[in-house]
């Protein structure tokens, strides 16, 4: 027997029989009760007598439950016979034993009532086709019909069918295995794995939301390139991000060869997520993934009941997880994605990629937009730490400056710690000597900021003169020479010509006004 530990299944069993029908817990749940991982999300699939449509009896049992431990109120999906409640921390969800089937345009299936194992059987994988059984005469009885216990023993992902069909009928399940995968430390079976190489096409029919969420998952998995080069291997890559597969691959001139850019990135992302980076990973490993609220919002087809399951899903992820940790993730991904359109070979220089840093933050909205991934805060931070990432390393190779920092805190604001982890991050280098010198100037760099910060106070600093003094000072409208007043500031104080004080601006803005021909108002 299994005991799954909460009093909840206890309830659910006993109105189960009060009901004459029976309940089962399966999926998620049942899996990391095995893998000894927490799960907040449980899925209850219900069998029993026809009760005018046994594709509803989820809903009722639901509404039972939750009238029996005093729930919240019970969300109803009638179109997909589908109710779920939060309980304490945890979310239900009940539905009726189902079987479906597909048509070759589209995911969402023809649902009919079945049998327990009809219902195992619909399901993406074996290790998440298990069912405890809930009823008291039964309770913790275990339905295994397709090896699941085994192949977690053994870490293999496979489909309980034919992989190829189940592929092809549901194709984001090709992102959930590669996902698992991920998020487990799991092997894809070779026949899975195959099918996933030849289904991969059939990702063209998934909306952008439910690709991304499954991406966002893989991002904040532990080691998140495991997945992504999973992805790359098996085609999805191509389909889902092309700009990150365009990475792969060197090439050589005159014997010269670059780095493989595509495993580079792999490396950086890692680096940012693991602990020995100062990266925040946590425990990152639950299905659920993170928060959209501020989705573009000019496709409105995700709108529909079964999306915003999965839109909820992804909301209550953001509330438990750090979103910061993603958007680095994210910017470690896209660091170098411009690189490839500014590739150059020099017979002097060797391979380069100048202005890669600047094309790259230029993509990052065109690849935001596309996933349906937030344009607000979230990209333009992504969109900074591409653009910026360069700057420290530039500096660590060359004399720091006080003024070159000062820009660099002006430009990074608060975002400057997460930049100097990314650059960090970045140092790849299988030469020791070299990854010990940039080490040791990045520390350098470090020291100059902090001490430059605590000074002069420059991080998000605005000129001490706003235009409005200006006009004032010298009873003029809005014109070309209040910028100019306003950026000579600015530049004088980020070079240290001025310290950062309101006394000095004003002194600098009477006499620059003077440069240009205004006068001091007269009262």
């Not at 529909?304 to 992804?314: G, R």
């Not at 530049?491 to 950062?500: R, S, T």
């Amino acid at each position: 027997m299994i005991d799954l530990g909460l009093d909840i299944y206890r309830t659910v069993g006993r109105e189960a029989d009060r009901m004459g029908i029976d309940a089962y817990a399966v999926g998620g749940v049942v899996r990391d009760y095995f893998l000894q991982r927490p799960c907040t999300d449980i899925d209850i699939v219900c069998i029993g007598p026809e009760r005018g449509g046994e594709v509803h009896i989820g809903i009722e049992l639901a509404k039972a439950v939750s009238n029996a431990v005093g729930g919240s109120k019970v969300s109803v999906f009638k179109t997909f016979g589908t109710a779920s409640f939060q309980y304490q921390h945890l979310q239900l969800e009940f539905v009726g034993a189902r079987r479906e089937s597909y048509s070759h345009d589209s995911r969402k299936p023809v649902v009919e009532n079945g049998t327990l194992e009809d219902d195992q059987r619909r399901r993406d994988f074996t290790v998440n086709a298990l069912a405890v059984c809930l009823n008291a005469d039964r309770y913790g009885e275990l339905m295994d019909p397709f090896g699941g216990i085994r192949d977690l023993n053994e870490g293999i992902l496979r489909t309980p069918l034919d992989p190829d069909i189940t592929f092809s009928d549901d194709p984001l399940r090709m992102m959930r295995a590669v996902r698992f995968a991920s998020q487990l430390g799991f092997r894809i079976a070779d026949d899975t794995f195959d099918a996933i190489g030849r289904n991969a096409h059939r990702i063209e029919i998934v909306s952008a939301e439910r690709i991304t969420v499954e991406l966002n998952k893989i991002m904040l998995s532990p080691e998140p390139s495991l997945g992504l080069k999973l992805m790359q291997k098996c085609g999805l890559m191509q389909l889902v991000l092309p700009e990150i597969s365009a990475l792969a691959g060197v090439e050589t001139v005159d014997g010269h060869g670059h780095k493989d850019i595509f495993y580079h990135t792999m490396q950086v992302l890692d680096n940012v997520s693991l602990p020995a980076s100062g990266g925040n990973p946590g425990n990152l490993g639950n299905d659920s993934s993170t928060d959209f609220q501020d989705f573009d919002g000019t496709d409105k087809s995700w709108k529909s009941n079964e999306n915003q399951e999965y839109l909820q899903d992804f909301q209550d992820f953001a509330k438990r997880e750090s979103q910061k940790s993603l958007w680095l993730r994210w910017a470690a991904l896209l660091h170098d994605v411009g690189k490839p359109g500014v590739k150059r070979y020099d017979a002097k220089q060797g391979w380069t990629f100048h202005g890669h840093e600047a094309r790259g933050a230029r993509m990052v909205k065109r690849i935001f937009k596309r996933l349906r991934l937030p344009l607000g805060e979230e990209m333009r931070y992504v969109e900074k730490l591409v653009m910026l990432h360069m700057r420290p390393i530039v500096l660590s190779e060359e004399e720091v400056t006080d003024s070159a920092v000062r820009r660099l805190l002006f430009e990074a604001g608060d975002d400057i710690d997460d930049l100097m982890l990314l650059c960090n991050a970045d140092i790849t280098s299988k030469n020791p000597d070299k990854v010990r010198r940039h080490k040791a100037n990045f520390e350098l760099v470090k020291r100059k900021l902090v001490e430059l910060e605590e000074r002069d106070r420059i991080r998000n600093f605005q000129p001490p003169v706003s235009g409005d003094d200006i006009m004032q000072t010298f009873g003029i409208g809005p014109c070309r020479e209040i910028g100019t007043i306003k950026d000579a500031i600015k530049d004088a104080i980020l070079d240290g010509q001025i310290p950062n004080d309101r006394d000095a601006a004003w002194q600098m803005m009477l006499r620059l006004g003077e440069e240009l021909g205004l006068k001091p108002a007269t009262k």
